[in-house]
């Protein structure tokens, strides 16, 4: 799962936003003519609390872009920080669960999705994100989820969550009809019998259809794949 995630967040998210927290200077750097480096900027919690005082006075257009340049600012100069990282992506979370401008950005989902690698119960996690109307959009979002389901074995409601990213219409539509092609071939290289792999590809299809759909339970389908929005 890990692998197939990583290459469809590179694929989508690889731009670094642009913003004046990029002047905080590295733990192992001075302040420039400022003569030198806070002893304060080797503790994680004080930068924080420089943060917040910064993000109060911001009056520019993209908060979500400050959060960006502070979160990589982090991850460079604390990576064995954990925790940190962690509590981090909840208030990332949480500042932004509710601003309906980046649910679909894949900057905030990309971030979901690093906050999602820390939750017990994955699946309820994409629920709450899907609920929420964040990564509908997305295909970052049904990709990931179908691959935790396809890891846990649950190849038809995996197969419902692809299914449902393609009639919402998420973006990049590539991606997703591309990653939904390799699982359809997954399933069929592991679970169709020898002799139906080598049968006719109409055949093929209608049999993993039937896998993927027909011995799914409805009551469960619905719990794993929400209304649409």
């Known amino acids: 799962m890990a692998g197939r995630l990583a290459n469809a967040l590179r694929a989508v998210c690889g731009c670094a936003g642009d913003s004046n927290w990029r002047r905080l200077p590295a733990r192992d750097a001075s302040w420039g003519a400022a003569g030198p480096r806070p002893l304060a900027m080797d503790n994680a919690e004080n930068v924080f609390q420089m943060f917040e005082a910064h993000m109060r006075s911001y009056r520019g257009d993209d908060p979500l872009g400050e959060w960006e340049s502070y979160m990589q600012w982090v991850e460079e100069n604390f990576p064995e ?18 601003d309906k401008r980046y649910h679909n950005d894949p900057r905030f989902i990309n971030y979901c999705l690093k906050f ?3 939750n017990s119960d ?3 996690f994409f629920e709450f994100l899907y609920n929420h109307g964040i990564g509908t959009l997305s295909s970052l979002l049904y990709v990931s989820w179908a691959s935790h389901l ?5 190849l038809q409601h995996a197969s419902a969550v692809f299914r449902r990213g393609i009639q919402n219409q998420a973006e990049p539509k590539d991606l997703l009809q591309q ?3 390799l699982f359809q071939a997954r399933v069929t290289e592991t679970h169709l019998p020898a002799q139906a792999r080598n049968s006719e590809p109409l055949h093929n299809a209608q049999i993993l259809n039937q896998m993927t759909t027909s011995k799914s339970n409805p009551g469960n389908n619905s719990a794993c794949v929400p209304k649409n929005q």
């Open 81 to 98: 920080n954990k925790e940190y990282l962690t509590t981090l992506l909840e208030h990332l979370m949480k500042a932004f669960l509710n």
């Open 122 to 124: 994955l699946h309820q």
């Open 179 to 181: 990653q939904y092609r």
């Open 150 to 154: 396809e890891g846990q074995g649950e």
């Open 116 to 118: 999602a690698e820390y």
